[in-house]
Nanobody
């Protein structure tokens, strides 16, 4: 079992920045991929970024150039730096981990999830 705890959400004006953190209780040899997802009211959960602990990243087109995913292997923590935020970025953001080395954007292919953190971007 892996527990994930997100932090760093909040309210920010458009154009502002936030950094989300996701701390994993442990990292197994098989849990190689961490993903950040978001879900807005009435919309499906979507993957915005993912990273392998050994390197390699994915970004959704909607966040490329604005969001950066990074990791601190020593702390078992993954970060999502969000810059130039837009009102359409408003959502609950979740981190998740997958027991595979293959990066995927499909929510049901992730094995463990955090509780989510609200990000609200105002005009």
């Amino acid at each position: 079992q892996v527990q994930l705890v997100e932090s760093g959400g909040g309210l920010v004006q458009a154009g502002g920045s936030l950094r989300l953190s996701c701390a994993a209780s442990r990292r197994t040899s098989s849990s190689q991929v961490m993903g950040w997802f978001r879900q807005a009211p009435g919309k499906e959960r979507e993957c915005v970024a993912a990273i392998r602990w050994s390197g390699g990243t994915y970004y959704a087109d909607s966040v490329k150039g604005r969001f950066t995913i990074s990791r601190d292997n020593a702390k078992n923590t993954v970060y999502l730096q969000m810059n130039s935020l837009k009102p359409e970025d408003t959502a609950v953001y979740y981190c998740a981990t997958r027991e595979s080395v293959v990066v995927t954007t499909t929510p049901w292919e992730y094995d463990y999830w955090g509780q989510g953190t609200q990000v609200t971007v105002s005009l």
